[in-house]
């Protein structure tokens, strides 16, 4: 990105520095946002078998009628279902520890160490890879209680591998395992839900990527924080990928979704894979499948992390609804646009916590 930047504290070392009941007002969401804190209920979202899944995706399967009750079908379709998926039986499950004990072990080190990857260049001009903050890009805007390690993992050859951590001296090849097997999962599951929706081609989404998908990753850190009530770990947002495969903390909850009005909790289930539903599957379904608003929240207790694998098609490509999902009675319900701009405008969006998918809506 390359925009001008300021040095901004990490949240860890905000958090540590502090260890009192105060927080900077930059964190303190807006006063009349309904947080709805206290009275969040566990979200009954059934885990599916990936092996199962891929062997008997044919829609007659206990597997295949668990992911259409998830993310629904052409119909059946509304704002009601969830939108993400729990995945086991998925065969990353050696390679998924090793990540996670890299990446907790990356933020247990001195401020100094992590900053040799710092996402302000020359310490003040800020790119979206490296270790640090988002960009603060107006004063009213509000902060999230997270400090984060964003790296490219796709294309290959385009990785910026001065800015992969040689400490701890798993973290690469961690993360460049992980991310592999990631890719499988994510296949798969685009396969069956191809299927889902009743394709002539199961392939149509995993083609849809191109020769230059883009693939990256997101290691978060959320300290403990003094005040839950007004700080969120992350804000409500969608996310603009096809699909996020996301590694949550086994220790620690706070991931949160939001179905009908009501925030659920997503709960955790060891060795799962999460995977969310992104703004581009939601374009390229035509809306049957939906991406859905999650955000994360604080606590007072305990640290956690979570690892996101985020997959986007080429950049330089256009996305739009699939010609077999639009129909009189179904028109197309978003405009077509190139995943380039959707992502300039994403990154705006999420700052200022607007959603982004509402500007292709037709
Ligand atoms: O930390 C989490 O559990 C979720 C993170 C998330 O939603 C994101 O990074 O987009
Ligand atoms: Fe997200």
Redesign the pocket.
């Known amino acids: 990105m390359g925009s001008k930047g300021t040095f901004q504290m990490p949240v860890q070392e905000l958090a540590g520095a502090h260890g009192t009941a105060n927080v900077p007002a930059q964190y303190i969401a807006r006063a009349h946002e309904d947080q709805q804190l206290a009275a969040a209920v566990v979200a009954p979202a059934p885990v599916i078998d990936l092996v199962r899944l891929s062997k008997h995706g044919d829609g007659t399967s206990d597997e295949a009628a668990k992911l259409r009750k998830n993310l629904g079908h052409p119909h059946h379709t509304g704002s009601h279902l969830w939108g993400l998926l729990m995945v086991s039986n998925h065969g990353v499950d050696a390679v998924m520890d090793n990540m996670m004990a890299a990446s907790r072990e990356f933020f247990r080190q001195p401020l100094e160490e992590k900053q040799r990857y710092a996402n302000l260049n020359g310490g003040e001009r800020f790119q979206f890879e490296g270790y640090g903050n988002d960009w603060v890009s107006s004063l009213d805007q509000i902060r999230d209680w997270?400090d984060r390690l964003y790296l490219k993992v796709e294309p290959e050859d385009e990785r910026s591998i001065a800015l992969w951590p040689v400490h701890p001296e798993t973290f690469r090849n961690a993360l460049h395992e992980y991310t592999k097997k990631c890719g499988e999962v994510k296949d798969d599951l685009l396969r069956a839900m191809a299927k889902l929706l009743e394709l002539d081609d199961d392939d149509y989404f995993v083609e849809h990527f191109g020769d230059k998908p883009l693939t990256d990753v997101?290691c978060?850190y959320?300290p403990v924080c003094p005040r839950p009530e007004l700080v969120f770990?992350?804000k409500p947002?969608c996310?603009a990928t096809v699909v996020?495969v996301?590694l949550?903390?086994d220790r620690v909850g706070?991931?949160q979704v939001l179905k009908d009005g009501v925030w659920w909790d997503?709960p955790i289930v060891p060795h799962t894979l999460?995977v969310?539903i992104g703004d581009q599957t939601e374009i390229m379904s035509n809306g049957i499948f939906k991406s859905p608003v999650?955000?994360?929240l604080t606590n007072t207790k305990k640290e956690?992390?979570?690892v996101?694998v985020?997959y986007y098609v080429d950049p330089e490509r256009e996305i739009k609804p699939s010609a077999q999902l639009v129909n009189e009675k179904r028109p197309a319900l978003y405009s077509k646009v190139k995943v380039k701009d959707y992502f300039a405008r994403s990154y705006n969006a999420f700052t200022e916590g607007k959603m982004v998918i509402d500007t292709v809506k037709i």
């Open positions: 997270t997101r978060s959320y770990g992350l947002h996310d996020t996301l949550v903390d706070g991931l997503v999460l969310i999650h955000r994360v956690r992390l979570s996101a985020d």
